[in-house]
């Protein structure tokens, strides 16, 4: 459910980077989306498995504002969503 939506809402490329079946490597220029894929992808990890618990998931970044950033989108990110109703949750 979550995952199609995230996906949905990539571009192709990025849709790749989703795909939690798989390792990845991202590597693009600044101000590309880098830190939303991984975030995303984050999110994606962790809705595919319930077992997996977020300390079980690695992301590198090139710099500390980038892991900053991603520290800070992935809980506002979920935040959110806790405060979403059902139908617009599933709308997502």
Known sequence: MFNEQLLKQASSLQGLA????Q?????????????????RRMLA???S??????????ALT???????EMAARLPARLTK????????????
């Not at 390792?23 to 975030?39: D, H, Q, Y």
């Not at 090139?62 to 900053?68: E, I, L, S, V, Y």
């Open 62 to 68: 090139f710099t500390k504002a980038g892991a900053a």
């Open 81 to 92: 969503w806790a405060a979403l109703d059902d139908a617009a949750l599933v709308a997502r």
């Open 23 to 39: 390792s990845v490597w991202i590597s693009a220029n600044a101000g590309t989306g880098k830190t939303e894929v991984l975030t």
């Open 45 to 47: 990890l962790l809705l």
């Open 49 to 58: 498995d319930p077992t997996l618990e977020p300390r079980q998931v690695l």
């Open 18 to 21: 989703l795909a939690p079946e």
